[in-house]
Nanobody, 124 residues
């Protein structure tokens, strides 16, 4: 499975961005999907995840209430809507996929496939 992330950019604090991650394979629909981020000099951290059916989601406390993960399986795409952005949200954002999982993984090691990062910069 190849994942292509897009939608990053420069935004002022309080603004919004929507990230997209499109998978190359139709069988992606059976994959749980996650978003992670990594700021310079920091470890990669969990942001949000969604089951392959889309009926269950999970968020890091730092983004809960501001970010929304969703997916459109007809388009092989998962989204991350980011509202009320803060400077501390600045990072490279990565999407990831995992097959055959009963519980949404929240660590990088819980995912099998990764997209390239898309950079989000939030200015104060």
């Amino acid at each position: 499975v190849q994942l292509q992330a897009s939608g990053g950019g420069l935004v002022q604090a309080g603004g919004s961005l929507r990230l997209s991650c499109t998978a190359s394979l139709r069988t992606y629909v059976r994959f749980a999907m996650g978003w992670f981020r990594q700021a310079p000099g920091k470890e990669r951290e969990f942001v949000a995840a969604i089951t392959w059916t889309g009926d269950s989601t999970y968020y890091a406390d730092s983004v809960k209430g501001r970010f929304t993960i969703s997916r459109n399986n007809a388009k092989n795409t998962v989204y991350l809507q980011m509202n009320s952005l803060k400077p501390e949200d600045t990072a490279a954002y990565y999407c990831a996929a995992r097959s055959n999982v009963a519980v949404l993984p929240t660590t990088p090691g819980g995912y099998d496939y990764w997209g390239q990062g898309t950079l989000v910069t939030v200015s104060s």
